[in-house]
């Protein structure tokens, strides 16, 4: 049984058994990446029964002096999976981060909204008896730091602080340059064992509320549900499909393709789950989608044609469930629909696609929205 | 002209004209690393124009609860040599580190008295205006941030912070395993151009009284004079090992090898200047050293068999004016004098040799003193 989500003043609450459906959102969202939902769903199931659920707060309601602290797992995702959080490493985050800047967190957000990283957030608030924000700063997930809305608007990506399982800690000063903050990070972020506690990017309310992608946490959730509610009723892909047409940011979105998985490539590399898979049409072996990532789908083409390309959402889900698979869950054989969305608009502003724009992850393209890419979208 | 190095007191002080003795002292000292002496005295030099000279203090001369302070560069002296430092950099170094442990530095110290590391100290010194302690922690010049006696004893290496010439800083904790802070420092000074001011191993006086190699600011100063005023006589390698074998650490040693250097192998890789060097007998052609290095010589055989082996020191210096060469100045048809010396008793014991005896660098050698090694010394 589900229990109301939004109080009696119009705000989303959480109640334990939304965790799940908050997860699955995420896992969609985070278009391939930011890890396994099912990991995040236990870390965060945990926290809440040890510490209470946090309370969600609106960007509406932050005023412009809240100290928002956004937290994350930094690594590659098909690690992440296997080393999961203590709970003492997301603390020490959080509180360096508080003592190098000299001021006290007010409320955590999440940084992006996809997977692992939607729910790694309750963790921290409630640890930390803290309220998270009903935002992030991407509206999907993304792989490298200064990938995120707060930077593309000015926003300096440090002080940042990572920790490990040892609880080994770095902390990052740059001079207001993110790319340099992503490199440095990743570099420890490696040696430290390629998944780590991130605290960074210290923001003020009014700069959430100016540069947040805001909503994003109950969007996920709400995506989480129709997935669940379009299976009892027996098509998840609708149900899903319509709730997206009728989201702010979501509304332009469409099944790529249908098919199954005929091949994945995939390394741990630099820092992250490199690769590209293709997925073949069960009925027409000539046709078939290529669907390249970094961690995140970044691109995908349909007999060499470019159907969806980054920042718009690529989403491989399950054929069946329209469960989402993240790229280290990718087997040979999966039966599986291919859904692309359209990003947030300030996501695909000339500035924001300056910071992750197809040619930030090396690809030759340049960015069409879905919308221009399809005819009947 | 010197000016008189004792003062009323019998302490050490330097005068301007001894930064050239002193830099000349430390890269003997600094046994083929630490970085271009040249560079390192005109980076002092510079420094003591501008701030004046920094009053040494005699180890004797701490109080158990005086906050001292190790400062170095940390890098591959390849890179070190061209890049320098820009005196902001150190300035950011060391007070990062005071507001991290919120304690502010007494005195400065060097960690290794080899080459550019026992200038930079001078530059750190002058520059806050703190006085210079007359120790370091090695009695020569290592590659890696935890070859230090203060680690071998127990001192931890973090919260250490480098910082580079765009003022990017890096902080790391670790809880208290100064590999794993050396592991991370190196990936991160890799990422930051490969050559950083580092300050780290805050300690007390005491620490500096239990655990410090005593003196060596000195030593490298009188070694410096030495080979200087046997030039003037006609033979500085004599003058040299006369001063040497006077001294209470470094009075075991010998002339190695007399040749010419026919082979050198060098890159830059991992975060060091790593290789090898050949040289012949201009007598005999079948007599040969090798001698591997990794930024510093680490061990020299003859014909095959060992003749010496870190951490006792092996310094190639110039054939006829004694002056040392480190590795990243070696080149074929040099002629060189090899030198081998013993190390401070504290770098030889049980304890020491496991953090920085041959089989820390992958060697396949056991330690043996240079005295046993020979029967002559």
Known sequence: MLKSSRDSAGRTQLAFEDIEDLARGAAFLGAGGGGDPYIGRLMAEHAVREFGMPEIISVDD??????????????????????????ADVDLSVNRLA??????????????IGGINSMLPIVAAARLGLPLVDCDGMGRAF???????????GVSATPAVIVNEHLDTVIV???????????????????MG??????????????????????????????GRAIRRGRSEGNPFESLLAYLRSTEYFNRCKVLFDGKVTDVMRETTKGFAMGHCE??????????????????NL?????????AVVPDLISIVDGETADPITVEALRYGQRVKVI?????????????????????????EKFLPIEELHDDI
Not at 99 to 112: C, L, R, V
């Open 62 to 87: 932050l005023d412009a002096d809240t100290n928002v602290f956004p937290v994350a797992m930094v690594g590659a995702p098909t690690v992440m999976v296997e080393k999961g959080v203590s709970g």
């Open 99 to 112: 003592a190098i800047i000299g001021k006290k967190p007010d409320a955590i957000t999440p940084i992006e």
């Open 143 to 153: 792989p490298e730091i200064q990938m995120v809305t707060f930077n593309v608007y």
């Open 173 to 191: 000063e740059t001079c207001g340059d993110a790319k340099r903050a992503e490199d440095l990070i990743r570099v420890a972020a490696i040696q």
């Open 194 to 223: 390629l998944s780590v506690m991130f605290s960074g990017y210290p923001l003020n309310g009014q700069q959430v509320k100016d540069y947040g992608v805001k909503g994003t946490l109950s969007l996920a959730l709400n995506i």
């Open 279 to 296: 997925i073949r049409n069960m009925d027409d072996e000539s046709d078939s989608m290529h669907i390249q990532f970094q961690n995140e």
């Open 299 to 307: 691109l995908a083409k349909r007999n060499g044609k470019t159907v």
């Open 340 to 364: 692309g969305t359209s990003a947030a608009p300030v996501m695909r502003t000339a500035e924001a696609l300056a910071v992750f724009g197809p040619e930030q992850f090396g690809l030759d």
